[in-house]
C-alpha cells in the first residue's frame, strides 16, 4: 500500500527514463552541432573576408592599369564589373566592332584577364566570366508592339556581346590561361532589362554598354560543412 503519494509502475519509470536519456542525448547533439557551427562559420567569416580582400585589391590594380592605358571604362571597385560604352565599341543599331573598339579591346581584354587570373585564390574562385550586351529602352521604338521592341533589343544585345567575346578570345592575353577562358565564358543579351538610371531617370546613353562580370563559387551553408549539392 502507498502512503501520500501515488504508485508508479516498472514500466511507468522504464519510459520516464528512456525520455530523460532522450532529451539529454538531442541536447548533447545540439551542443555539439551548434559548437562546430561557430567553428565553421568563425573560418568561413575569415576566409571570406580574406577572399573580399584580395578581390578589392585586384579590382584596385585593374583601375589604375587602365588609367595607365587610357582606356575609358567604368570599373565596380567592390564586385569587380566593368562597364563600356556601347559607343566606343559599335555604331548605332551595329553589332560590327569599330575599328576603334578594337584597338580598345586590344588593350582592355589582356590587362583585365591576365589581372584576374593572375591572383590564384581569386582564379580558383571563379566560375564564369559574363559579357553582357545591354541596349536602352528608345532602341526600335517605332516597332508596333513593347514585346517586339524588347525581342528586338535582345537579339542586338546579345550580337554585340558575341562580338565582344569572339574578338576576346583573340586578343594577346596570357594564352597559358585560354583553355579557363574558354571554359568560364558567358554570354549574355539583356535589352533593356536593366537600364542606367540618373535621379531616376534612364540615362540611355549610359545604358546602351557591355559589362563584363564575373560570377564566383557559392559560399553558402553547404559549403561551409564541406557538402556539395548540384555540383556546386
Do not use: C
Amino acid at each position: 500500500m502507498a502512503i501520500g503519494g501515488k504508485k508508479h509502475s516498472a514500466g511507468e519509470f522504464e519510459e520516464n527514463v528512456f525520455w530523460t536519456t532522450m532529451s539529454d542525448l538531442m541536447l548533447g547533439i545540439a551542443i555539439v552541432f551548434m559548437t562546430l557551427f561557430v567553428l565553421a562559420m568563425t573560418g568561413f567569416t575569415q576566409e571570406s573576408i580574406k577572399l573580399q580582400e584580395n578581390q578589392m585589391k585586384a579590382t584596385e590594380e585593374l583601375v589604375e592599369k587602365l588609367k595607365d592605358a587610357e582606356i575609358d571604362a567604368e570599373v565596380d571597385k567592390l564586385t569587380g564589373n566593368v562597364k563600356i560604352s556601347e559607343l566606343q565599341l559599335f555604331d548605332l543599331n551595329s553589332y560590327t566592332l569599330k575599328p576603334e573598339g578594337k584597338a580598345l579591346l586590344d588593350k582592355f581584354v589582356p590587362i583585365y584577364l591576365d589581372t584576374l587570373y593572375s591572383k590564384e585564390d581569386i582564379a580558383n574562385n571563379i566560375t564564369n566570366i559574363i559579357i553582357q550586351g545591354h541596349t536602352d529602352s528608345q532602341s526600335f521604338v517605332g516597332l508596333k508592339t513593347i514585346d517586339e521592341q524588347y525581342a528586338k533589343n535582345m537579339e542586338l544585345s546579345l550580337l554585340r556581346a558575341n562580338a565582344v567575346a569572339q574578338y576576346a578570345i583573340r586578343t594577346k592575353y596570357d594564352r597559358k590561361n585560354s583553355e579557363r577562358f574558354r571554359k568560364m565564358l558567358v554570354v549574355e543579351g539583356k535589352s533593356f532589362s536593366e537600364p542606367v538610371l540618373v535621379d531616376g531617370v534612364e540615362d540611355y546613353a549610359k545604358s546602351r554598354r557591355v559589362e563584363l562580370k564575373v560570377r564566383v563559387k557559392p559560399r553558402g551553408f553547404a559549403k561551409i560543412f564541406g557538402l556539395n549539392y548540384g555540383n556546386n
